[in-house]
């Protein structure tokens, strides 16, 4: 199938090679120009001429601009200055000027252009069509048209389409493109399948449960084309300082210009030369290029790992992080209970307790119950069953085998008048009566994530000062788990209600301890929350930063995070702050680069010692170097 976004691509590129030929034709008249010893006439002719094919775009910029009272930018320094130039009677430095200006142009839009191509990446999971199976034939249609429940065939090399679940079929699939990682994914009947993932070698039959819109390519994609939406306050700073620079430049350089020639008589055309260069090197182009660029890059480079940022207001967001605040269950933990302790009564097994907990909760699809039957691992024997009855808040009673089986918590047991021993354990206790004796209690409780450890870890080098825990489970059940990771503290018992009212307090207490050390911390100190159930959604909303777990997470939990985990790779939260960290660096160095050889170069050129050539490296030059340095924020390490 052809494409019209590949069509307008192949027309963008044509249209980007003619536009380069007047500015080659230019720059070979000034190799020529430079080569040759021209009469004055002549070489006048050839500069302008080299000058206004490689110029024109910049002077048309400049024209409009003024056209619609929108003066004071790069293109209006960059006219002036070269005119002037050309008025004093320095030709090749005035084209000079414009043809360095154009090559770091060109530099600059190949920086632009790998930044997007590495987040652009992501555009080529959407899928250009699905093979619809129905009524025992095989349609090409748009995804878009694609029903929840309807059943779709992908061929070995092709994209899944739709998020849905593998009813035939078994293959690895590639799902680099969504999570970062580079090795295969097996996949067999039963099994999940995300949309974008690339199928390389079974032919797969998917019965689909997502329309295209909800996808997770369509997430995906929607959050990445968003993304520039959001800008960092630095990029923001760095527009509105460029809108005030500009006139400031301009009027330091008409009154360089004017004011010593006419208080001290010297010649002036030396200080309106002072003046040109003054307007050559204060071109911003190096801060309004290189700041949001690196941002750029830094969404980009994060993206190549997997994580996705929704803004570069996120990503500096990032770097300021203070507190880290944890949801407990399928975050910390992994969210799926198991038997952890099976505690059988004298003259009972191990196997019989699980044994006859496993048949008693056959008929329930609760977590417990459905663990109770993983940890039994044998087929229930139904014929064994009789007279279920549930007890509201308590319990089961079922016959096994003939013999009244009460399980369930302790209250079961007493109204059944059981004695029994109460335990504390970090779980959930389920206490089992047989034929009225206790016959042993089996603790259940959800395991710690094995990397959560080394997570906590690596957010402390990272320079994350709390981390705490929220969580709605008991308070026995927190402490085990908080104490387990060294955590800073935790809030257990808490309803989601609960939960957005103890991250303010967090937040509030932040604020309270910096109004006591007396220093503006507000911006400064950053709170983020990681979660990934729908419960979590008003949480991540009220946070500095949320941060979702999209490989497992909920829909509610994606859309209301600010960062998105194509994988539940918790140690990537903390390479996420790194990332962050290191791009803030990179806009650092560029602002501190920049405005450092500006500043040396404008006073050289206002005393005299300067010339138009170190003007043309303060401006271009300085841009260049500043524009290499933020693709550094590409690499993710």
Not at 252 to 277: E, F, H, K, M, N
Not at 295 to 304: C, D, T, V
Not at 337 to 344: G, K, N, R
Request: with cysteine; glycine share 8%.
């Amino acid at each position: 199938m052809s494409s019209g976004h590949g069509d307008a691509s192949e027309l963008n590129v044509i249209k980007h090679n003619l536009s380069m030929l007047p500015k080659l034709a230019g720059a070979i008249l000034f190799l020529i120009g430079l080569a040759v010893d021209f009469a004055a006439i002549p070489r006048l002719l050839v500069f302008l001429s080299a000058y206004l094919l490689v110029g024109y775009e910049v002077l048309i910029h400049a024209g409009k601009n003024i056209i619609k009272a929108k003066v004071f930018d790069e293109n209006l320094l960059m006219g002036v200055a070269t005119v002037g130039a050309f008025l004093i009677g320095e030709y090749p430095e005035a084209v000079a000027v414009m043809l360095f200006y154009q090559i770091g142009e060109a530099f600059q839009d190949a920086a632009v252009d790998r930044s997007r191509r590495s987040i652009s990446a992501l555009m080529d999971i959407r899928p250009d069509f699905a093979n619809l199976l129905q009524e025992g034939r095989i349609d090409q249609v748009d995804p878009s048209a694609v029903a929840p429940g309807q059943i779709i065939i992908v061929r070995p090399g092709e994209r899944i389409p739709l998020d849905g679940v593998i009813t035939e079929g078994r293959s690895s699939l590639d799902t680099s493109a969504l999570t970062g990682e580079s090795l295969p994914l097996d996949v067999s009947p039963g099994d999940s399948v995300l949309s974008g993932s690339v199928n390389n070698n079974g032919l797969l039959t998917i019965e689909t449960n997502q329309a295209y819109a909800d996808s997770t390519v369509a997430r995906i994609l929607e959050m990445t084309q968003n993304a520039h939406r959001n800008k960092a306050p630095m990029e923001n700073f760095i527009t509105r300082f460029a809108r005030y620079y500009t006139p400031v430049v301009l009027a330091l350089a008409l009154a360089l210009a004017i004011l010593p020639p006419l208080v001290t008589g010297t010649d002036w055309s030396d200080w309106i030369g002072r003046a040109l260069i003054f307007l050559v090197v204060s071109c911003p182009c190096a801060l309004v290029i290189s700041v949001p660029l690196s941002f750029f890059a830094g969404i980009g480079g994060a993206s190549r790992s997997g994580i996705l940022v929704k803004g570069g207001n996120y990503l500096e967001a990032l770097s300021k992080v203070d507190t880290v605040v944890f949801d407990k269950t399928g975050t910390l933990t992994h969210g799926v209970f198991t038997v952890t302790d099976v505690a059988p009564a004298d003259g009972w097994t191990r196997e019989q307790i699980l044994d006859i907990a496993a048949h008693a909760e056959s008929s329930s699809n609760h977590p417990i119950a459905v663990s109770l039957r993983n940890a039994h691992g044998i087929e229930i024997d139904r014929d064994r069953i009789a007279a279920y009855e549930e007890v509201a808040g308590q319990g089961v009673f079922v016959l096994i085998d003939d013999k009244p089986v009460l399980i369930g918590n302790g209250k079961l047991m007493e109204n059944a008048n059981i004695p029994y021993s109460v335990q504390k354990a970090s779980g959930t206790v389920i206490y089992l009566g047989i034929d009225g004796v206790y016959a042993g209690h089996i603790v259940i409780s959800d395991e710690l994530r094995p990397e959560a450890k080394r997570t906590i870890g690596e957010l402390r080098q990272a320079g994350v000062r709390r981390i705490m825990m929220l969580t709605g489970d008991n308070h026995g059940i927190a402490n085990k788990i908080a104490t387990a990771l060294s955590l800073d503290g935790f809030f257990a018992e808490q309803l989601p209600h609960q939960k957005v009212e103890r991250l303010e307090d967090l937040i509030e207490a932040d604020l309270i301890e910096a109004n006591r050390a007396r220093t503006n911390t507000k911006g400064s100190r950053k709170l983020a929350f990681v979660g990934d159930g729908i419960n979590d959604a008003p949480v991540l909303a009220r946070s500095d930063i949320g941060i979702a777990l999209g490989g497992v997470g909920s829909d509610a939990a994606i859309e209301a995070a600010d960062v998105v985990l194509m994988t539940d790779e918790l140690p990537k939260i903390a390479q996420a702050i790194r990332i962050s960290k290191r791009t803030m660096r990179i806009v650092w160095q560029n602002i501190i680069f920049a405005l450092g050889v500006k500043s040396v170069i404008l006073v050289l050129g206002a005393v005299g010692i300067a010339s138009m050539w170190m003007a043309v490296f303060g401006d271009v030059g300085v841009t260049l170097i500043a524009t290499i340095n933020a693709l550094r924020a590409l690499r993710a390490k």
